[in-house]
């Protein structure tokens, strides 16, 4: 696949992700009002349960599904076996803990009736097939189809949810939503599939290297999860994980714009190991950093200096205490951003998850201490501090397991440039946003000021990245042109 196809994948790819977080933010204002923080904090608390049964259900499956088509695009017999023995390890494994979550959650307890709601969240994730085009680098299919049936959830969240009382209706758009989309993916298969023999006793050899895959999944979500669920047992307190989650959510749409090109990687880079071109796969990793600077600097330095101005208009007054965790987290955008780089797009795809494994098991075991010894004294500020540390913890331990293939001074070559571009806007946003009241007008009118200023700044420095896209931009634009003519 050429680099047209590359960026035509992470166009889709970046569409999709953050259609699946500017859903939920387009509703985010009123369902914060309608359901309040403490209902918010249920819905996030027992989901974040759910999923640690979805995450050992699915044993890391579609990571290494993923891989293992990409390794095998052009064989389709091969990747057509593969799809199916996999698939059927994941069904057995998800039926198990589809059991094991009903017998622990959903015969007795207080949230009983929203854990028996999410038995479904786990079944969308058996027919969950993403992982399939995803490995095939066809990723508009994914974007076009699951668009639509998220687009339709809002407008029932819309429709349906109405009073405090109607939390059981939101916990069921959310799991119905994701099964409809899992379910239209399934339509495209026969034209991507072909008929294949499937032995029960070849599935032995997938176990090896799904473990190996399942342990750095399920420690990964530890981040996302493991905060919210802390929150709830430490401190019992639905309010602190009802503005830690909401919080978490502006910040993954940022985040969103960064990771979406390791999704889109991926498949990219291990086509190109398989094929052995390691120094192509070196070069890629310098631009992705390249890329990372340029637009994970501003986004954190733009978040932070329009929090307090977004947070009351957006979430409302039951979510003030949400700016800091808000301010806090966008240092996520950085963090995740780089490790995402040498984990996600370098290791797993070049064979070495087991590397990847041990890195994230260090940094989730400093999550879990970082969150004992923060949470019971700073709440929900204690857990986004202790998660930004475990981030960039992951960061430094592989870049120092990788040093010998990157360049620490090629990593950091673009950061100066894009960092003072980042601080002289964000010292104009600052000062102009404690000028400004809270509303939705002057939120946009500081985010558009301060993608003025960045680019500015960013094209005054010349950036080699920022100029070949302009060029490419302007060479399609009188490309076109001259077709027209």
Request: charged share 15%; proline share 3%.
């Amino acid at each position: 696949m050429n680099n047209k196809s590359i960026k035509k994948n992470y166009l889709y790819n970046v569409i999709y992700q953050i259609l699946t977080i500017i859903l939920p933010l387009v509703t985010t204002p009123y369902v914060s009002r309608v359901l309040g923080s403490d209902n918010i904090g249920i819905y996030s608390y027992t989901l974040s349960i759910a999923t640690y049964f979805i995450l050992i259900g699915s044993l890391g499956i579609s990571l290494y599904g993923q891989r293992e088509i990409a390794y095998h695009q052009e064989n389709k017999l091969k990747r057509s076996t593969i799809f199916w023995e996999l698939n059927i390890i994941k069904w057995i494994s998800l039926i198990i803990s589809m059991i094991l979550f009903y017998m622990f959650f959903c015969l007795n307890g207080q949230y009983t009736i929203y854990y028996k709601i999410l038995l479904l969240e786990i079944f969308a994730n058996m027919i969950d097939i993403s992982w399939y085009f995803q490995g095939l680098e066809d990723f508009k299919t994914t974007v076009i189809r699951n668009s639509i049936v998220k687009m339709i959830s809002v407008g029932l969240i819309f429709a349906f949810v109405k009073t405090k009382n109607d939390l059981m209706i939101y916990f069921l758009i959310y799991a119905l939503s994701d099964i409809i989309g899992n379910l239209t993916l399934w339509i495209k298969l026969p034209k991507v599939l072909s008929k294949a023999k499937i032995q029960t006793s070849s599935l032995k050899r997938y176990f090896k290297p799904i473990f190996q895959m399942f342990i750095p999944q399920i420690t990964i979500q530890i981040y996302t999860l493991l905060d919210r669920t802390m929150l709830g047992k430490i401190l019992n307190d639905m309010h602190q994980v009802g503005i830690y989650e909401q919080a978490q959510k502006i910040d993954k749409l940022s985040l969103t714009i960064v990771t979406s090109l390791g999704t889109v990687m991926i498949p990219r880079i291990a086509s190109l190991y398989k094929s052995d071109k390691k120094e192509e796969i070196i070069q890629r990793i310098y631009k992705s950093f390249h890329f990372v600077w340029l637009v994970a600097l501003p986004i954190t330095f733009g978040l932070i200096s329009i929090s307090n101005n977004l947070v009351p208009w957006f979430l409302g007054n039951d979510f003030l205490d949400a700016i800091p965790i808000l301010q806090i987290g966008a240092l996520f955008v950085i963090a995740i951003g780089l490790n995402n780089v040498t984990g996600m797009q370098l290791l797993v795809p070049t064979n070495r998850q087991n590397v990847f494994t041990i890195t994230v098991i260090i940094g989730a075991l400093s999550n879990v201490i970082g969150n004992s010894i923060l949470i019971p004294r700073y709440k929900a500020i204690g857990a986004i501090i202790s998660s930004v540390i475990a981030e960039s913890l992951i960061f430094i331990i592989q870049y120092i397991y990788l040093r010998k293939e990157l360049s620490l001074k090629k990593i950091f070559k673009f950061m100066p440039r894009c960092f003072i571009s980042s601080i002289v806007m964000f010292a104009i946003i600052y000062l102009c946003s404690r000028n400004f009241n809270p509303s939705i007008k002057s939120t946009i009118i500081l985010i558009i000021g301060g993608i003025l200023v960045y680019g500015i700044c960013i094209m005054a420095f010349k950036d080699d990245l920022v100029i070949e896209i302009i060029d490419k931009i302007k060479n399609k634009i009188k490309g076109e042109k001259e077709y027209e003519k």
